[in-house]
């Protein structure tokens, strides 16, 4: 059974980065049916997905995070990371993991969606 | 920016029907996923491609979609359904981009 964690402080000071890492057990990174993503929940809020990642690197941001954002991925850990620069306290949230399922058709990505998660880290930027 | 509206609550009694709504102008087009959030948890997908339920999933739990709307509906249900949902789907802008509605809080009293 596939299963992500995600690692990282759980305290970043004002205008520092964000740094998180996503560990992917029972299953390969390296698939090549799926993408890997980061979503974010404010306390009290609703989601927010921030990126997503495939096994050889290309990545998608979400457009209102894209200056601040880089993905990576460690397939020979079997991780992907996760970089938010120069936070404020908006940025205070639990930070998600999740596995992306793609659904192709006719060579073409037609569909994506999240399944499994982690079970999310409380993120705080304070000083 | 492409959003989906969904109602921030609903409420039923044990037992009853509760239908969940998620309105998106890309509905006609692209599916609707669903996912239940229990407190203090991950998100845990419910129904997938508008109406699929991945195995572990009671089978109370149904989604439909027509035009712009879709729905979830939990046949029956029961005090552990209590929990925030959250319908999600992706634009067709080719950017691979995702949304997902604001959320709405099922209290089953």
């Known amino acids: 059974q596939l299963q992500l964690q995600e690692s990282g402080p759980g305290l970043v000071k004002p205008s520092e980065t964000l740094s998180l890492t996503c560990t992917v057990s029972?299953?390969?990174?390296?698939?090549?049916?799926?993408?890997w993503g980061w979503i974010r929940q404010p306390p009290g809020k609703g989601l927010e997905w921030i990126g997503s990642?495939?096994?050889?690197?290309?990545?998608y941001y979400n457009p209102s995070l894209k200056s601040r954002v880089t993905i990576s991925v460690d397939t020979s850990k079997n991780q992907f990371s996760l970089k938010l620069s120069s936070v404020t306290a908006a940025d205070t949230a639990v930070y998600y993991c999740?596995?992306?399922?793609?659904?192709?058709?006719?060579?073409?990505?037609?569909?994506?969606?999240?399944?499994?998660w982690g079970q999310g880290t409380l993120v705080t930027v304070s000083s | 920016s492409y959003e989906l509206t969904q109602p921030p609550s609903v409420s039923v009694s044990p037992g009853q029907t509760a239908r969940i709504t998620c309105s998106g102008d890309?509905?006609?087009?692209?599916?609707a996923y669903w996912y239940q959030q229990k407190s203090g948890q991950a998100p845990v997908l419910v129904i997938y491609e508008d109406s699929k339920r991945p195995s572990g999933i009671p089978e109370r739990f149904s989604g439909s979609s027509s035009g712009t709307m879709a729905t979830l509906t939990i046949s029956g249900a029961q005090v552990e359904d209590e929990a925030d949902y959250y319908c999600y789907s992706t634009d067709s802008s080719g950017n691979h981009n995702v949304v997902f509605g604001g959320g709405t809080k099922l209290t089953v009293l």
């Open positions: 890309a509905l006609p087009k692209k599916y």
């Open positions: 990642i495939y096994y050889s690197g290309s990545t």
């Open positions: 029972g299953g390969s990174i390296s698939s090549s049916s799926y993408y």
């Open positions: 999740a596995r992306e399922r793609i659904t192709m058709v006719r060579g073409v990505e037609v569909d994506w969606w999240f399944d499994p």
